[in-house]
């Protein structure tokens, strides 16, 4: 592997998107790259700095766009030297609630509660609090914890093995968060009972997310991930087919 493929895997070794494999030769290129090595420290203390940043203040979409924006800094030669210094400007002025005057009342809508709980979903070490392919283990663990039943599917035969499942709060109210792989990505789907009837899935990129929104089977679906909007589109599709075929 040569220099520049090295530091280009960087981020997403980092991200916990490289394959075992793919992990393993990017390790042993490290050895032998000290540039590679020092791009890697700093990209790591950069994600240590952010991860410090206020929760309240900092919106989970804001603190994702920083942290690209300053890996994207970090990338150049002639700026290494000071994307530290801005990466601690910057954790100063979210500290007190200003990045370009835009940081208060973001997170309170709808699409960002929904990138917020992807957000959590795809940085944690454990994203499901119940962790399962087999649909009949994860919907009878909603019980008891939510006021409706979900409708949990199993889509391994479509490219998106289900993971298991958590309860998240939105707006105010527990929903309940099914999450799916695909490939190295993750898709998390929240649902609840909803009225009217089945809508076509919308689905949109955003701030470098994919989106959907639509309504099936009596549940109003959210879906965000970092998927392409095709896949996405096949997600939603698959889960739609999965749930008409139950009925």
């Not at 090295?6 to 997403?12: F, L």
Request: aromatic share 6%.
């Amino acid at each position: 592997m040569d220099c520049p493929t090295c530091e280009a895997m960087v981020d997403a070794y980092i991200d916990g998107e490289l394959s075992a494999t793919e992990s393993g030769a990017f390790e042993t290129a490290l050895a032998a790259c000290p540039e590679c090595r020092r791009r890697l420290d700093e990209a790591k203390a950069m994600s240590g700095l952010l991860r410090e940043l206020p929760a309240d203040p900092a919106p989970d979409l804001l603190r994702a766009g920083i942290e690209r924006d300053l890996r994207a800094i970090a990338a150049r030669p002639r700026e290494r030297m000071r994307w530290m210094a801005m990466a601690a400007s910057l954790i100063v002025a979210v500290s007190v609630g200003w990045v370009g005057g835009s940081i208060t009342g973001r997170e309170g809508t709808g699409e960002e509660a929904y990138v917020s709980t992807y957000l959590r979903v795809a940085s944690s070490d454990h994203p499901v609090d119940v962790a399962s392919t087999d649909r009949h283990t994860v919907k009878p663990w909603f019980a008891g914890r939510l006021d409706y039943s979900p409708v949990v599917h199993d889509l391994t035969s479509a490219g998106f093995p289900l993971e298991g499942g958590r309860v998240d709060v939105v707006g105010g109210r527990k929903v309940s968060v099914l999450v799916y792989r695909h490939n190295q990505h993750r898709v998390a789907l929240s649902l609840w009972p909803g009225s009217g009837g089945d809508t076509t899935p919308a689905v949109r990129e955003r701030d470098g997310f994919t989106l959907a929104e639509w309504r099936h089977g009596g549940f109003e679906m959210r879906a965000v991930s970092d998927v392409a909007p095709a896949e996405m589109t096949a997600f939603a599709k698959a889960l739609d087919r999965a749930t008409g075929e139950e009925r």
